[in-house]
Structure formats: structure tokens, C-alpha cells
């Protein structure tokens, strides 16, 4: 016995199973930045009054360089997902919504792109 009606039915409307793997990823993505912005934060007041060589030296090294990815593509990831669910709950026209998920997904994705780039550059 379904609870769905015979028109939810027809139209396969009801749950996709996608909202608990929303729900995951955003919570894995929140526990994964707890270390890595607490690493960062640390990092950033050891390297207050050095010159921009030693910060290029640090963000160069390979530990430094992977972690600060970690950051960008979870920072980004996080991003994205809280505000899809903001999108989702408060934007009603149908247009807006699928431009201002477009727009957010798209600028996360560019940002994220252009950091992790910036990055490889100085590791590489």
C-alpha cells in the first residue's frame, strides 16, 4: 500500500533518496572543515610579520599546498550545499530559483577552480 497518490504515482514525485545524501555530505563536509580552519587559523597568526616569501614557502610545501586544497574544495563544497538549501526553501518563482541555483553552483565551482589553481601554482 502506497501513501502516494495515483497522480504522484504517474508523475514519479515523492522522494528521490536525495535528500539524505544532502543532508551527509553537508555534515561531512562541516566536520572536515572543524581541523582543517583550526590548522589554517594556527598557521596563518605563526606566519604574522613574515614577508611574502616565507608565506609563498609555506603555501608551496607539499603538506601546506594539500591541506590548503582540502580547505578550498570543502570550503566550497559547504558553500555551496547551505546555500542550494537557502535557494531551495525561501526563493518561490520557479525561474529565480533555478538561475540562483545555477548562479551559486557555477560561482562556487569557478572560485573554487581559480583557488585551488592559484595554490598548484605556488606548489608547482
Known sequence: MSL???LARVRHLGSARDGTN???A???TAIALVPLVIWFVISVISLVGADH???VAWAGSPISGALLVLLIA???HHAALGLQ?????????EGAKIAGLLLVKGACLLLGVIAVLSVLSLMF
Open 4 to 6: 502516494r497518490s495515483p
Open 26 to 28: 553537508q555534515r561531512v
Open 53 to 55: 616569501a616565507a608565506f
Open 22 to 24: 544532502h543532508w551527509w
Open 74 to 76: 570543502a570550503t566550497f
Open 85 to 93: 538549501v537557502v535557494i531551495e526553501d525561501y526563493v518561490h518563482h
